[in-house]
């Protein structure tokens, strides 16, 4: 009896603790799943803005990152795709974690050096910049 009472017992403190850690995580929010392209990119006192992103774009080297409504990421630079992963709170991309926001059309990520900025976007949107590269 005493050895039923201690499984119970641990079995009722696995299920708390359970319970406990994922009420704890940031949920999902599926309404910012989209195509968000690169806006801007701080690093210390250096700022790369949309205008000299724009003339990359005239070559094909467009940036962007799409937020998956299933969790997963798929960060493009220039030809490159990397995949990885969301959530509520941070976006992880090949083992590297960092904090995340949206502000309307706007997603902002930071780390402990640098900030980037990404506006709201679409395929289509991505697809025609590379369409029109070198025109």
Do not use: D, P, Q, R
């Given at each position: 009896m005493k050895n039923l009472k201690k499984v119970l017992s641990l079995i009722l403190l696995?299920?708390?603790?359970?319970?406990v850690m994922c009420s704890c995580s940031k949920k999902l929010d599926k309404k910012n799943a989209g195509v968000y392209k690169l806006s801007e990119v701080k690093r210390g006192d250096q700022t790369l803005d949309e205008s000299m992103l724009s003339m990359q774009?005239?070559?094909?080297?467009?940036?962007?990152?799409?937020?998956?409504?299933?969790?997963?990421?798929?960060?493009c630079v220039d030809t490159s795709e990397i995949t990885g992963s969301w959530d509520g709170k941070y976006i992880t991309i090949e083992g590297e974690r960092a904090k995340y926001s949206v502000d309307g059309d706007v997603l902002t990520i930071n780390r402990s050096d640098s900030e980037m900025k990404f506006k709201?976007?679409?395929?289509?949107?991505?697809?025609?910049?590379?369409?029109?590269?070198?025109?």
């Open positions: 696995s299920a708390m603790i359970t319970g774009e005239s070559f094909g080297l467009v940036s962007y990152i799409e937020l998956m409504e299933n969790g997963k990421v798929l960060y709201k976007s679409s395929k289509e949107e991505i697809n025609e910049i590379l369409s029109n590269a070198g025109n």
